[in-house]
């Protein structure tokens, strides 16, 4: 099936599909590491869009030091999944590259996720300082675990916060020097 004239439709449908998914159970377990405020409408959402399938799943994998273990263990499973039919689909079964593969994937997801909560909050730092919203409060407790250790190596200089920018550098650099080490040692593991 690998080309036919679906399988690029096909292959994005399952991709997004997953992807948004995987994106909400990451977002609930950094939310609760992050001690973000859950009575927030938008932390709301998060928690009722994940708990039919975490509940049951943290009778089995109960959680570690305040970690929800079994949010971590949903997220690659579904990950992993998601390579899965798409590897099906672009005609190359590989289970082998959907276990392994799931881990650099998440990582990556994981630091976009703080990447880009930190620039829509400094965008809305911008545009609407000062008055109250649910997703720029949730923001800000979000992202306060990374920008506050920067907020104090770095004042503000003249009234500007520099530490999103800095964030956002070590971010990004993050990115560059852990993704494609892990996806080198992937393929390196694969047959």
């Given at each position: 099936?690998?080309?036919?004239?679906?399988?690029?439709?096909?292959?994005?449908?399952?991709?997004?599909?997953?992807?948004?998914?995987?994106?909400?159970?990451?977002?609930?377990?950094?939310?609760?590491?992050?001690?973000?405020?859950?009575?927030?409408?938008?932390?709301?959402?998060?928690?009722?869009?994940?708990?039919?399938?975490?509940?049951?799943?943290?009778?089995?994998?109960?959680?570690?030091?305040?970690?929800?273990?079994?949010?971590?263990?949903?997220?690659?499973?579904?990950?992993?999944?998601?390579?899965?039919?798409?590897?099906?689909?672009?005609?190359?079964?590989?289970?082998?590259?959907?276990?392994?593969?799931?881990?650099?994937?998440?990582?990556?997801?994981?630091?976009?996720?703080?990447?880009?909560?930190?620039?829509?909050?400094?965008?809305?730092?911008?545009?609407?300082?000062?008055?109250?919203?649910?997703?720029?409060?949730l923001l800000y407790s979000f992202t306060a675990p990374i920008?506050?250790?920067?907020?104090?190596?770095?004042?503000?200089?003249?009234?500007?916060?520099?530490?999103?920018?800095?964030?956002?550098?070590?971010?990004?650099?993050?990115?560059?020097?852990l993704i494609p080490p892990l996806q080198q040692l992937v393929a390196a593991l694969l047959p």
């Open positions: 099936m690998g080309s036919g004239y679906l399988t690029n439709p096909l292959v994005f449908l399952v991709q997004v599909l997953f992807e948004a998914y995987i994106l909400v159970v990451l977002l609930r377990f950094f939310l609760q590491l992050t001690r973000s405020d859950f009575y927030n409408p938008l932390s709301q959402f998060i928690v009722r869009v994940t708990s039919p399938v975490l509940i049951p799943l943290r009778r089995v994998i109960p959680g570690v030091a305040g970690m929800d273990i079994a949010a971590l263990v949903l997220a690659w499973a579904l990950k992993a999944l998601e390579l899965l039919i798409v590897t099906a689909l672009s005609g190359a079964f590989m289970p082998g590259l959907a276990i392994l593969g799931a881990i650099p994937g998440l990582i990556e997801l994981s630091i976009n996720i703080f990447l880009y909560a930190i620039i829509i909050q400094a965008i809305l730092s911008w545009v609407d300082p000062g008055s109250y919203n649910p997703a720029a409060s920008l506050r250790p920067i907020q104090r190596l770095i004042p503000p200089v003249g009234g500007l916060d520099l530490s999103p920018m800095v964030a956002i550098i070590g971010l990004i650099l993050l990115k560059m020097l």
